[in-house]
């Protein structure tokens, strides 16, 4: 029962460029959408979020977009950088009611 | 910057025996979780804690998982006999509230041989 999808395992990208993962949810009661960069052997580490009502949200070289009605968001960096390569998680939850159900990652590589 | 830290980060133990994965949450949180990773798949939630109880639990939480705030600072999570299954990574986290975001510590990696 994957709720939270992400359906890129892994994605590459030459350093400079724009990097777009991308996550679709099931669930219509989520209403609050993380996304999490995890490096190998450490634990995540929360990057930005959004609530369900926004469509954007922006911080520094990251911005979240949401399309409540495709059930679909996305993380974009620009520019991407090596330091960038890790997994990247997207998570999801209702507000105050269920606890986080993440994705199953997308591995980002950044090439210089 | 406050964190959530974890100890042991790496622990190999027996089929059968019991594990005390310790964690301490970031100081003025409320909530407290564990989640873990089994490798090459992704991160499952298996147990919220909020006010010395659990709050929510996962169907992977069965009875031989245990959490525990013994004192003022620490959070434990108990196996109590380990099956080959169970080795993944355990990650512990914290939050403000309920709705708040959830800070990760670094893991600790259990291995059951």
């Known amino acids: 029962d994957q709720q939270v999808k992400q359906n890129s395992p892994s994605l590459s990208v030459q350093e400079g460029r724009i990097s777009i993962l991308n996550c679709d949810y099931t669930?219509?009661?989520?209403?609050?959408f993380l996304w999490y960069k995890k490096y190998p052997a450490e634990g995540p580490t929360f990057l930005i979020s959004?609530?369900?009502?926004?469509d954007k949200n922006e911080d520094g070289r990251f911005t979240v977009f949401l399309n409540k009605s495709a059930k679909h968001l996305s993380l974009h960096i620009v520019p991407s950088q090596p330091g960038d390569s890790a997994v990247y998680f997207c998570?999801?939850?209702?507000?105050?009611?269920?606890?986080?159900?993440f994705g199953k990652g997308t591995r980002l590589s950044v090439i210089a | 910057e406050p964190e959530v830290t974890q100890t042991p980060s790496h622990q190999v133990t027996q089929m059968g025996q019991e594990v005390i994965l310790r964690c301490v949450p970031i100081?003025?949180?409320?909530?407290f979780y564990w989640y873990r990773q089994i490798l090459g798949q992704k991160v499952e939630f298996l147990v919220s804690?909020?006010?010395?109880?659990?709050?929510?639990k996962s169907e992977i939480f069965d009875d031989q998982f245990s959490v525990e705030r013994p004192d003022g600072s620490n959070f434990t999570l108990k196996i109590r006999s380990t099956k080959l299954e169970d080795s993944a990574m355990y990650f512990c986290?914290?939050?403000?509230?309920?709705?708040?975001?959830?800070?990760f510590g670094e893991g600790s990696w259990l291995t059951v041989v």
């Open positions: 986290a914290s939050s403000v509230d309920k709705v708040g975001t959830i800070y």
């Open positions: 669930n219509s009661m989520f209403d609050y």
């Open positions: 959004i609530s369900s009502i926004k």
């Open positions: 998570a999801a939850s209702a507000q105050g009611n269920t606890p986080l159900v």
């Open positions: 100081s003025n949180h409320l909530y």
């Open positions: 804690f909020y006010n010395n109880e659990i709050s929510e």
